[in-house]
């Protein structure tokens, strides 16, 4: 996927609200633009680390441009805009890049499923039945190795998809947890024990009842972003 149009680049003065993001541009104009990323973007961020934002010319939007990349304080790129990851894993899976779901007839997106009224990122059909499949977003790294957590809070809806995933699982459907990790130099995922231990708990049941774990890493840069390869799951 080539980000279109064109990032632009600019320096982080601070995130705050959640949502709002001050930079600094190369001519020295200051923009606060919108920062579509709702967790804690742990790692993600210093004060003055480079940035990477789509512009907008939308006379509607509030603010002008959406952050889309920031290079961490680990000297890695994270794609930091989780709107994109489901639009990244529809563009590998149409592709045939994630290997373990080639081959399905159809494929739909946000399809109600479960007892706890949740909606599956995606459903693929194939000649033996559905898959479920959730996506989920990683861009927390850490120095000094190449193996990255999820989540970077406490994700409590994280956990009620497990449970949902387990609960097909347990009756003979197919269910997949996917990470798809947007962050470059990494080789491997964990679930974040030390930040959501319920979550990591989840995990680990759900992988006992039948789900699977798969997780994909990116390449990524300034003009675009595509999943790439199967990274290790460590549970």
Known sequence: ????????????????????????????????????????????????CRVWFSRSDDPKRKLPGTWEIAETPQGRLACVNT????????????AGVIAELAGFGNLKREVAYGLENSRADFRLDFASGPAFIEVKSVTLGFDGTTVAAFPDAVTTRGSKHLRELAALARDG????QLYCVNLSNIDAVRPAEEIDPAYAAALREAVSAGVEVLAYGVELTPEEVRVSRRLDVRL
Do not use: Q, W
Not at 173 to 176: F, G, K, P, S, Y
């Open 173 to 176: 459907v197919r269910a997949v």
């Open 83 to 94: 709107a994109r990851a489901n639009t990244l894993v529809e563009e590998a899976l149409r």
């Open 1 to 48: 996927m080539r980000f279109s149009p064109a990032l632009e680049e600019g320096r982080l003065l601070k995130r705050y609200k959640r949502f709002l993001a001050d930079i600094e541009l190369a001519s020295g104009e200051l923009l606060t633009i919108h920062c579509p990323n709702t967790g804690s973007m742990l790692n993600c961020m210093s004060e003055g």
